[in-house]
């Protein structure tokens, strides 16, 4: 992600999406949650930070690769201790026809519905046994960071990009000598609801 290869994930405040079609039934691709996850990927993101690795995937709890039980690698999107966490409950929940996956909690959504997620918490589309496409846009929001010369620019490509510290395709950015990019970034994982006016309050309490 930087140049210093020190954060290797995208810092966003939060994913919305939109159903442009009904989505009630279980089953038909609907975005998958890890519900309530999110403080322990702070945590995550936290203990890389302290450790002074990496933040992000390759860094400390978190390979890039993994291997399955198959002996295949796989693309590892989870830190190894959420992974744990939805192991274990997989092997406590119990599956059914439509929603093989009781680890997951399904975003049951109408036409013209949304959904707002903090970034920290772990999301995954699902196949879709229905007959029908699942037709939903997603952005990826984050809140303006003051100092930040490029925000709202056409290069970054606010919304639709995973890496907004950089340009859309991949490029580095030009920043003001008073505005580090990558270490706010870091920042704001370590604290997730730094950006939410009010949730501060709220988590407090």
Known sequence: MNPERTLSYGSYTALVGVALNDQHE??????GV?????KDVENCF?????AGGIVGPEGPGW???????????YTNGLP????????????????????????????????????IALHSCPHTPTPNFGPN??????????????GNSNEGTRRVAHGVS???????????L???????PWSTSIDKLCDHWSEWDGMQSLTRS
């Open 26 to 31: 279980p089953g038909n691709g609907q975005l």
């Open 34 to 38: 890890l519900k309530g996850t999110h």
């Open 46 to 50: 936290k203990a890389q930070r302290d």
């Open 63 to 73: 390979p890039r690769i993994g291997i399955g039980k198959s002996g295949k690698p």
């Open 80 to 115: 190894d201790d959420i992974r744990k966490i939805a192991e274990q409950r997989a092997e406590d929940g119990e599956p059914t026809e439509n929603w093989p996956w009781p680890e997951l909690t399904p975003v049951l959504l109408g036409a013209g519905d949304a959904v």
């Open 133 to 146: 496409p699942r037709m939903n846009i997603y952005f990826r929001i984050r809140r303006l960071r003051e």
């Open 162 to 172: 995973d890496h907004p510290d950089r340009g859309y395709f991949g490029q580095f």
């Open 174 to 180: 030009e920043y003001p000598d008073d505005y580090d």
